[in-house]
């Protein structure tokens, strides 16, 4: 998008305030519905254009073009950025069409293309069709990249310089093209054949000597990422660094284009979103519209890992019933079944969640894999000798006899083990062959706890059996 990505510490001359955009939708409904469309532009005019479009949003369908409409050409570009997509496509449908024409033209390029993303391929051609034969380039190379990687992600709105460049002759560059750059304050150097061969900052340019060469204040040792690149690595390398932009090259090591820290923070939510949704064995799809979509979609993507759930959980109801003798003569053995198995799920959803974030921050590499399971491994067995404290003489009283209270400390301090190791083992097993860990995690580890944690249990107490007298 078009809006200046500002320097680190950059402060928005108004404060964003969350319940804002819904005071302005119903401010903003009531007067287009009486029909005070003065009094609607005056409302919107000193509101921030991503608190308008969070406003548009709140709106019913009917009014979200009558207050889109009101907003000036420059503004109604910047907010149609901010929109959620759902509510773009809407407007393309109700909007003349030269007026979603001058739309799509003055978006960046970005965020054009992740506008076609979402609309059907129909209205991608024709929109792509009526572009202008540079946008239509532009866009058609961007559409031309996988998805979720730098290529789709960047801009091609960046400043370049030669190295013979004076400081001066810099400056007028950058006053000249900055109107139409996402943003200034990172300015890379290319060579005859548009190779990165440098970087320098605002600052730097602005301090140096006019008569300074650009070859000679600039830096050399430039990060840079290839146009097939993960997004996600795109974010990491965005984060370590703190950059505000990231240049992107393609296999020639020709500068392409950037990625800056607003596009990230959006891929970033993403990624996130998806982990959250994934870790809750629900396959969320396209997160954006999850709660827009009907109930029987909702059901369809909750439904896959449910039905692996109870098919896998009948393993666990096959272990009990191979155990009957058992239960028949310490009936109460039964009543401490779902404190095992719910305690092995939750260490094991601990470890995994642990393990999980270590992989997505890549810092569980600088501890290793064996070190990181073996580790979880002593964190499970130390929980499980800390419930022990609480559990065991809890089941000994229940069960009027040793037999349960040693069934279920015994068993307690192996499921939390096992239940941990498996937490931190299964992520990294999934990741290493190419599978996401968040979404393959959270069921095994259920599934295999559960099965495991009942038939170490029923088995420990048959031991006990054979090897104790209970008092009846």
Known sequence: ???????????????????????????????????????????????????????????????????????????????????????????????????????????????????????????????????SPSERRVTAQLLGYESETAGRLMTPEFIDLKEFHSAAQALTIVRKRAPDTETVYSLYVTDG????????????????????????????????????????????????????????????????????????IDVIEQEATRDLYAAGAVQAGDEDDYFQSNLFMVARRRVVWLVVLVVANGFTTQVIAMNDLVLKQVVLLAAFIPLLIGTGGNVGAQSSTVVIRGLSTQRIQALGPLKAVAREAIAGALLGLLMLLVVVPFAWWRGESPLVGAAVGISLMAITTLAATAGAALPLFFDRM???????????????????????????????LRHMNPVS
Request: no cysteine; charged share 25%.
């Open 1 to 131: 998008m078009k809006q200046e990505i500002g320097p680190p510490g950059h402060v928005a001359s108004v404060v964003n305030d969350p319940q804002l955009a819904e005071v302005v939708a119903a401010d903003l409904k009531a007067l287009l519905s009486n029909g005070n469309y003065d009094g609607a532009k005056t409302l919107l005019q000193p509101v921030q254009p991503v608190d308008i479009a969070e406003a548009i949003g709140f709106l019913p369908l009917v009014l979200q073009a009558f207050a889109f409409r009101l907003l000036s050409k420059d503004e109604a570009i910047e907010v149609y950025e901010y929109l959620d997509p759902g509510v773009q496509q809407s407007l393309l449908d109700r909007l003349r069409s030269s007026e979603v024409l001058e739309l799509v033209e003055e978006m960046s390029p970005d965020d054009r293309v992740q506008l076609f993303d979402e609309l059907p391929a129909k209205v991608v051609r024709r929109l792509l069709a009526e572009l």
């Open 193 to 264: 054949k548009r190779h990165l061969t440098g970087i320098l900052s605002l600052r730097d340019l602005v301090t140096a000597d006019p008569e300074s060469r650009i070859g000679d204040v600039m830096t050399r040792e430039v990060v840079s990422v290839a146009t097939d690149t993960d997004q996600e690595e795109v974010a990491r390398a965005i984060q370590r660094y703190d950059f505000l932009a990231l240049p992107v090259v393609d296999r020639e090591q020709r500068l392409v284009g950037i990625v800056t820290v607003d596009d990230v």
């Open 434 to 464: 190419g599978l996401d860990p968040a979404l393959m995690s959270a069921p095994f580890i259920t599934t295999a706890t559960d099965v495991a944690g009942v038939l170490i249990y029923l088995r420990t107490a048959a031991w006990l």
